[in-house]
């Protein structure tokens, strides 16, 4: 801890130094004190979230502890398949194989989503390394995936650079890799359609459509008549009523309509509603708009089931690009380098008081 806090306070200090710069040349636009800020926070918020996610009791997680568990069983029995994720399942094994410890075990899931996250927000041409990181640290869906869910972390991973590909135009590759992303986690079968839709249809998508798609699939889930589908679609067979009963018996996964959730999924879907003009004329933002209609769509549809959850996070992770979009639409130089530091605090926060927030426990 105290190795800790000096590496902290290192950083706080060059903060406090180069502040007055920053903010000066900032306002002018000057591009190398951007890129060096940019990197600094980079470095700040990394460091920070890797540090909370390695000292918290992981074995209060009951998700982590069975990830471990698995890993602990690798090592001493050698390879077995214990469900249909094969990929992770031969990551595992290979980690047990050639690494001692678990915390590289954890580490290496929040890296591939910050290396695709980052690869995902590039486009936007601004200090965007530092904006992804400040909006990841300070919203609890990341926080959850790296801490917890490695297998839908990776997953998604692989889901956001399906999104650079399909952004790209390159829809073979977006199929592929959403097929691989499907293989660490049955919920990211989802992206597959998405992307396999976009292989059929090309550019020929209306984000109208997604809207009136969304808004019935909300009226879908309030009105209860989702929770017909499994009378029509054999859809506990297809996903394993065992699966099923587990996430009833043993959480507290709510099922139906949730306010908590409809709220929270709701400030990207006005940003998008009210800016869609500009949002049809910018492709990048367009695609992003498109697979968040789309997984929260899938998400209320599905909402008769105690892990929707896991399809809805898919379109939280894209929250914060939604958000972000927004923010630099003001291109105000003060407004960002303000927002960024006063986002710091964050990290501290739950560094300090980790015990009231569920992900962190």
């Not at 460091?47 to 001493?76: A, G, K, M």
């Not at 984000?207 to 679609?233: A, C, E, Q, R, T």
């Not at 297809?238 to 139906?256: D, H, M, P, Q, R």
């Not at 697979?291 to 998400?299: G, Q, V």
Request: aromatic content about 22%; glycine content about 2%.
């Amino acid at each position: 801890m105290i190795i800790f806090s000096t590496f902290l306070l290192f950083y706080f200090f060059i903060f406090l130094s180069l502040l007055p710069v920053l903010i000066k040349e900032g306002a002018r636009g000057n591009g190398k004190y951007f890129y060096f800020f940019d990197l600094y926070i980079y470095l700040v918020l990394a460091s920070l979230i890797i540090y909370i996610i390695c000292t918290r009791d992981i074995f209060s997680d009951s998700d982590t502890e069975r990830y471990l568990s698995i890993l602990e069983y690798y090592r001493i029995n050698g390879f077995y398949l214990f469900d249909k994720n094969y990929i992770f399942a031969v990551y595992t094994y290979l980690y047990s194989l050639y690494i001692d410890g678990y915390y590289m075990y954890m580490i290496i899931p929040l890296i591939t989503l910050l290396y695709s996250y980052c690869k995902l927000v590039k486009p936007l041409k601004y200090p965007v390394y530092s904006f992804s990181l400040v909006l990841i640290a300070t919203f609890p869906v990341f926080w959850q995936l790296s801490a917890s869910a490695f297998k839908q972390c990776i997953a998604i991973s692989f889901i956001l650079l399906a999104l650079v590909h399909i952004i790209q135009t390159k829809y073979k590759q977006a199929v592929l890799l959403s097929l691989i992303a499907s293989s660490f986690h049955f919920t990211a079968l989802t992206f597959f359609i998405f992307s396999l839709f976009f292989y059929i249809r090309k550019e020929r998508v209306s984000l109208n459509l997604f809207f009136i798609i969304w808004f019935f699939s909300v009226i879908f889930s309030i009105s209860g008549l989702n929770s017909y589908i499994p009378s029509i679609i054999p859809f506990y067979d297809l996903v394993g009523e065992s699966k099923v009963n587990i996430y009833l018996e043993s959480t507290n996964n709510a099922t139906g309509f949730r306010v908590d959730f409809f709220l929270f999924s709701l400030a990207p879907v006005l940003i998008i509603f009210i800016n869609r003009t500009l949002v049809i004329k910018d492709h990048y933002i367009k695609m992003i708009a498109l697979s968040y209609l789309y997984f929260n769509s899938i998400y209320n549809i599905m909402s008769f089931i105690p892990f929707s959850d896991r399809v809805a996070a898919y379109s939280w992770c894209l929250s914060p690009i939604i958000l972000l979009w927004s923010a630099l639409k003001c291109r105000s130089s003060i407004y960002m380098l303000s927002s960024i530091g006063i986002a710091l605090l964050n990290p501290l926060i739950f560094m300090c008081y980790n015990s009231m927030f569920i992900f962190l426990k």
